[in-house]
């Protein structure tokens, strides 16, 4: 594992390394947030984020204004990148497909299945590498943002055991049924719409018995909200099962960091809340 | 006047626009922030924000985390691009002259003085259109980073009547004394040096006997501290002068944007607080 960038940050530290996955078969980079509590020897719980369609790393630590209260709360945050990465690793046309857009799935067909093995990286290899590596524990929250707020949705859902809480930005609710799901979840999964419902949140949703506190925060003037999102196709999931999910909806936001960044604070503080930290 | 975007930030919104700048003789971009204040028919005092080297724009809108004080103060926040800008403007090689490093000067030096009027931009044209245009009223403080950090206090220093305070973090506090600004001021103004006294903080406020509140952070583990920056000679300059200067030092912090989003709040409230706004 190699240190790429390391920077003071609300008296705690902003950091990216890179390591070689197992997993993806590929060198893949990372951020991670340590609070200055992570300083004094004590192990800190984490927030995985998930970030969306052509972002990396970067995006949700340069941009969200995270840093500020996880530094208060004392949590960690992990920020992995959105695809594995490199020239060997198979793209395609467009953005939302290939690289910068993995959909957190585990994919069967060839090519993809040779390295998008993001599901698996995100759900075991990334959480043992940070919790052997950092003072982080195993308390684990996980967050997103569109097509990351599918992946975190989707990886609570199927992992309750694993994650005290999960929430999400604007996610893709319902992928089986919209275009961005049907292209990478076709592409990555084959055409066999039966493998999708793994990883559809509304489709587990609607099945859920075991439950993780949900916290969606969707933006009412979000170009992407009716075609691509469907929050209502989720909230409809969610009464079915009983599910504990808050669905927020906000009037003018967009699907834009702006629209995180002037929430971010209420989504650290839920989660705070199951991560047994003072929110 | 074109606005270019439009997103939804803490209950009030940030926007871009482009305009014909008479003083730069090219189409400018600038970026303003509203605070939900400005939205009920009020006008609110505003904070100009100058950039660093390669920036636009963009960058402090984006990374510092501002928008969440702003709004809760009342306080407006435009920030300009850091040159003038279009296939018809001057650039040289490298990141520190010309296009994205417009040093906030007037240059009088060809080919340079076509178009780089940076100073009078900020002071003049840019204020008036902003003020004319929006509901933003004549109380300005103005702040920078870096080379705007420089920009802020040599506007400030010169036009004490013009802004009601004044911040920076990690200004290029000497420029006739370090490289950045010898390699700047020699090519917009020329060989004389006399003429580069008017755009140096430290030689400005050595001689100052009208004040504007100031307030610079600097961080410790800033790789430019010693070479490029010098705040100990603007610090000295305020002890010969009795400038209200308030310079704090901080331990681990770099030039990065991590360090300003960790230390903006405190900038914002000492600007708050000089603008009659309850701080």
């Not at 990334?126 to 590596?133: H, I, T």
């Not at 990886?155 to 309750?160: C, I, K, V, Y």
């Not at 999708?196 to 949900?214: C, G, I, T």
């Amino acid at each position: 594992m190699e240190n790429l960038s390391c920077n003071k940050s609300f008296g705690g530290w902003n950091k990216q390394y890179s390591h070689h996955s197992q997993t993806l078969n590929c060198t893949m980079r990372f951020a991670i947030y340590l609070p200055p509590q992570a300083s004094t020897g004590q192990k800190v719980p984490a927030l995985y984020w998930l970030s969306g369609l052509t972002c990396t790393d970067e995006n949700f630590m340069h941009k969200a204004g995270a840093q500020r209260i996880a530094a208060e709360l004392g949590m960690a945050i992990i920020a992995p990148d959105t695809s594995p990465r490199g020239d060997e690793v198979a793209d395609a046309d467009g953005y939302d497909l290939g690289k910068g857009a993995g959909f957190y799935v585990n994919a069967t067909q060839a090519p993809w299945n040779a390295h998008y093995q993001m599901y698996d990286y995100v759900l075991n290899e990334l959480p043992a590498l940070v919790e052997s590596m950092f003072p982080v524990n195993d308390q684990r929250a996980i967050a997103g943002h569109s097509m990351g707020g599918h992946g975190a949705l989707v990886l609570a859902l199927r992992n309750p055991q694993r994650f005290a809480s999960v929430s999400a930005f604007s996610p893709i609710s319902n992928p089986v049924n919209c275009p961005w799901g049907k292209k990478a979840l076709g592409a990555y999964l084959g055409k066999d719409t039966a493998s999708w419902a793994d990883y559809d949140a509304s489709l587990l949703m609607h099945q859920a018995s075991d439950f993780v506190p949900a916290l969606v925060d969707q933006g009412e003037a979000d170009d992407f909200l009716a075609e691509q999102l469907k929050p209502d196709t989720l909230g409809a999931a969610a009464r079915h099962s009983g599910y504990p999910l808050q669905l927020n909806r906000h009037e003018g936001y967009d699907h834009s960091y702006y629209f995180i960044a002037s929430f971010i604070e209420q989504h650290l503080r839920f989660h705070a809340a199951h991560l047994g930290l003072q929110p």
